[in-house]
């Protein structure tokens, strides 16, 4: 699997905007771009993923770079349960492909 | 739709016991499903990827005589950890991926388990 590389943690304020960074310099060009997210002793969820397009949905709003090789997930308004630990990941268009987690961003919501 | 769960949420068992955790796909089918374990603080480890019907494929470093993996239905796989330890201590987590063509994978809310 290609690397993808995120800020350890991140803060934000409640109520507001949040983009989480991530670069993937080395993406291929049929790798896909997904996010998921863990809250504190759940397993991880999906939250949204995207090939070139911005993409956005119910959670999220995915905004991918012109050349792919770094997008950013924006949460539009922060809530105290959007504390969680945030993956980035690139995955091959196969939907038998496994998913290999880095450490991902931990996103602290401060009241 | 796309629910995983696991059975059980929550287990306490001796050195030396084994412990069989289940993963169920409650909405759909699952052609795969994989088995991670996570230490505190830390990222989700791969432990292993199984396919209905076949031999699961273990990641580097995972013990196949230890950590049994069956995936006898296409809704049913379950890790047995076996002559358990204090170190096998950890929170385990299995996905799953549908035959939808999507390759999204959806979590299962984890065990814990504890080994005294």
Redesign the interface.
């Known amino acids: 699997d290609a690397k993808t590389t995120q800020p350890n943690s991140m803060e934000s304020n409640e109520e507001e905007p949040v983009h989480l960074p991530c670069n993937h310099s080395t993406i291929s060009g049929t790798d ?1 771009i ?1 996010w ?1 997210r ?1 809250l504190p ?6 939250v949204i ?1 995207g090939l070139t397009s911005n993409v956005n949905n119910r959670m999220a709003s995915l905004a991918i770079a012109e050349d792919r090789k770094s997008s950013t997930l924006i949460l539009h308004r922060a809530t105290l349960r959007d504390a969680a ?1 945030y ?1 980035c990941i690139l ?1 091959a ?12 961003t931990r996103l602290h919501i401060l009241p | 739709g796309a629910v995983v769960s696991q059975h059980p949420s929550r287990v306490i068992c001796k050195s030396g016991t084994s412990v069989k955790i289940e993963c169920r796909s409650l909405d759909f089918q699952a052609t795969t499903m994989f088995w991670y374990r996570q230490f505190p603080k830390q990222s989700l480890m791969l432990m292993a990827t199984s396919n209905e019907g076949s031999k699961a494929t273990y990641e580097q470093g995972v013990e196949k005589d230890k950590f049994l993996i069956n995936h006898a239905s296409l809704t049913l796989s379950t890790l047995t950890v076996t002559s358990a330890h204090p170190e096998d201590s950890s929170f385990y987590i299995c996905s799953a991926t549908g035959v939808t063509g999507t390759d999204t994978q959806y979590f299962g809310p984890g065990t814990r388990l504890t080994v005294l």
């Open positions: 896909y997904h998921y863990q002793s759940q397993g991880p969820e999906y993923h630990v993956y995955r268009p196969n939907r038998d492909d496994k998913i290999i987690f880095g450490k991902g």
